[in-house]
């Protein structure tokens, strides 16, 4: 099994920055892809930004050019550099990890984090 503990989140004002942290523990062998999915009310879970163990990242559209996701192997930790926040991007923030080198979809994810609330006010 494996656990993953997010922290960062909060309310910021539109225009600034957040870092989010995600935490893995356990069976850490077992993961190769971690990421981070964010569900807004009334709306299906979306993919954020993912990241392979070699580094290889995948950006949602809308966050292209604004959110930088990074990895510390060493930490078995995730990053979560949100710049340039606007209110769509309200929404609750999980963490995800997987053993395959991509996470595009739910299914592919065999953990969560708990979640973390990310709200932007205008």
């Known amino acids: 099994q494996v656990q993953l503990v997010e922290s960062g989140g909060g309310l910021v004002q539109a225009g600034g920055s957040l870092r989010l942290s995600c935490a893995a523990s356990?069976?850490?062998?077992?993961?190769?892809?971690m990421g981070w999915y964010r569900q807004a009310p009334g709306k299906q879970r979306e993919l954020v930004a993912q990241?392979?163990?070699?580094?290889?990242?995948n950006y949602a559209d809308s966050v292209k050019g604004r959110i930088t996701i990074s990895r510390d192997n060493a930490k078995d930790t995730v990053y979560l550099q949100m710049n340039s926040l606007t209110p769509e991007d309200t929404a609750v923030y999980y963490c995800?990890?997987?053993?395959?080198?991509?996470?595009?979809?739910?299914?592919?994810?065999?953990?969560w984090g708990q979640g973390t609330q990310v709200t932007v006010s205008s």
């Open positions: 995800a990890a997987g053993p395959r080198d991509m996470i595009m979809t739910t299914r592919m994810v065999d953990y």
């Open positions: 356990g069976s850490i062998f077992s993961i190769n892809a």
């Open positions: 990241i392979t163990s070699g580094g290889r990242s």
